[in-house]
């Protein structure tokens, strides 16, 4: 594949050729600083490290991955948090830029199915990237569904081509960008729901359910997140679903080795406490919590972008994202996360499994719209040993399992409910996929809401930054390079195009149209402003 042809129909947007890159470091190239480790900031940091860039990395945890950090705990090891990896070309393109090869770092493995789905009532769906495989499940199910499912494929199909392929790596720095999408978005029906674009297709509502609850990997609501994120499915069936071995995190120290090799700086346990803003509105560096200042000619945010706004950047250098406007925006649900490993191996597992409530659409009503803790919850569970044994001592297994639950704005005070929904869940999985499962429980610990916040500064403890509603989608999301400061950039989750590991690294490559090339950046102009 070229990485340089699937461009939108735009003469300002683009991606660097990684035949021509690295280029080689002085020691009197522009300085950029990164703050935050997460997959978009190693990204970004390599991006801007093959262009020449002297890169300075800075992350409050003490180890890269932001929410891909690693939890190494009585022999087991946790991913703490992406584990579905798909576009691997998007990770490949990263190893090409520094003259590397991704192969030699990170072996991954096709995941089939690429989800086991268990409704409630004990049925099972394998939702696999194999049209035959699932158009038999279909037919079993509900017979007049296999037309529409083939029907809702090739308009995914067109989504995905617009969406991702033209516009994934595009900035939407004007208004006039999203205008010009007005006619294809609307032809594609994106002012539908990702449920109610399922709809159109499919009759009976465990195969709604099968086909839309993608949205929610990414922070959405699939009853209000925008059609145009049913491309999702087809961007796993199209590439695939895979895992690391090793973990998630053998990627990211890939790509933190990749910031070594092109001459950059990493900091961990460094927290930024403030961007610096000069009088005429430009980013001229970082102030840590510990009182050092770092100067650079440009900063890159991988923080949480309501966080940065809010906290780390004062309210007299912004008139676009002022506090009430940041406050405002809705963002996505949290997540209650379990990790626990046990003394027995449950063979029947398979690696990404989904269980499905006895509600659907009012369950998801009582986590975004009505921000209530609910009785009953729908999980995911990752069992990673299904594949890579390595992640658990000889016998055991490893897993997590993670329930979506309403951000801080729920009030519920985790520090009393956290070990009683644990427990309900434990119950959940010993009743229906782990029988016995106390019994053979050898090391647990939780992450809630208020861990998102604390650990991650995520505004309002949301695990996906900024809802990906169509209101907050392109140019209604905060965009990639800052309307408010000079020389500020994002990249992440809550930014153009959105989360899941496809759109934060997605997010890194829009880098390439907004950051100028070092050259524009010598010191005799580096006071110039950047249209």
């Known amino acids: 594949m070229s990485w340089t042809h699937r461009l939108a ?111 409630d009532d004990g049925y099972l769906f394998d939702y696999t990237g194999d049209k035959e495989r699932m158009i038999e499940q279909i037919r079993d199910l ?22 991702f392929e033209k516009l ?23 002012y539908r729901s990702v449920y109610g674009f399922v709809s159109k297709f499919v009759e009976h509502e465990k195969l709604r359910q099968v086909l839309s609850f993608h949205t929610l990997l990414v922070g959405g609501n699939p009853f209000a997140t925008s059609a145009i994120y049913a491309m999702i499915a087809y961007l796993e069936r199209h590439w695939g679903v895979w895992y690391a071995m090793g973990g998630t995190n053998t990627i990211v120290h890939g790509l933190s080795s990749l910031i070594d090799d092109l001459g950059g700086t990493q900091r961990y346990g460094a927290e930024v406490n403030q961007i610096l803003v ?54 996505s649900m949290s997540l209650f996360v379990w990790y626990f490993g046990t003394d027995r191996i449950y063979d029947d ?15 998801l009503r009582d986590i975004f719209d009505r921000k209530d ?62 029988p016995d499962l106390g019994e053979h429980l050898v090391t647990s610990r939780i992450m809630t809401p208020r861990e998102f916040k604390a650990d991650y500064k995520s505004l309002k403890g949301a695990a996906f930054s900024v809802e990906p ?13 800052s309307e408010d400061v000079e020389g500020l950039y994002f990249v992440g989750a809550g930014t153009h195009p959105g989360a899941g590991l496809p759109g934060v690294i997605s997010s890194a490559r829009v880098l390439d149209t907004v950051v100028p090339d070092p050259h524009e950046l010598t010191p005799h102009n580096r006071d110039k402003v950047i249209a």
């Open 142 to 163: 509900h017979p007049p569904d296999v037309e529409g499912y083939e029907q809702l494929l090739d308009r995914a199909k067109e989504i995905f081509e617009i969406g």
């Open 373 to 434: 803790l609910a009785d009953d919850f729908s999980l995911y569970l990752h069992r990673p040993t299904k594949t890579d044994a390595s992640m658990a001592p000889d016998g055991h297994d490893a897993f997590y399992v993670l329930s979506p639950v309403p951000h801080l704005d729920s009030k519920t005070d985790w520090r009393n409910e956290a070990e009683v929904y644990r427990q309900k869940i434990e119950d959940y999985l010993a009743g229906t996929m782990l």
């Open 168 to 190: 994934g790596h595009v900035p939407f720095g004007r208004l006039s960008d999203m205008l010009k999408l007005i006619p294809a978005m609307t032809k594609l029906e994106s």
């Open 278 to 331: 000069d009088a005429s509105g430009r980013a001229e560096g970082v102030e840590l919590t510990s009182g050092e200042t770092i100067e650079a000619d440009l900063v890159v945010s991988n923080a949480d972008v309501g966080w940065t706004y809010r906290h780390l950047i004062d309210e007299a250098d912004r008139s676009t994202w002022t506090n009430r406007r940041v406050e405002a925006m809705d963002y």
């Open 349 to 363: 597992i398979e690696h990404h499994t989904i269980l499905m409530g006895p509600r659907y659409r009012e369950l």
């Open 9 to 119: 129909d735009r003469p300002d947007a683009r991606l660097i050729d990684p035949s021509e890159y690295p280029v080689d470091l002085h020691p009197d190239s522009p300085h950029a600083i990164v703050i935050g480790a997460g997959f978009g900031g190693l990204a970004a940091a390599v991006r801007l490290g093959a262009r020449g860039y002297r890169v300075t990395l800075v992350e409050r945890l003490n180890q890269p991955g932001g929410r891909a950090r690693v939890f190494e705990q009585d022999g087991f090891t946790f991913d703490a948090g992406p584990t579905v990896v798909t576009a691997p070309f998007l990770l490949k393109e990263l190893w090409d830029l520094a003259g590397r090869t991704f192969e030699d770092d990170v072996t991954l493995a096709p995941i089939d199915p690429f989800y086991q789905i268990r409704f």
């Open 469 to 481: 509603r169509l209101m907050q989608s392109a140019w209604f999301r905060p965009h990639n390079k």
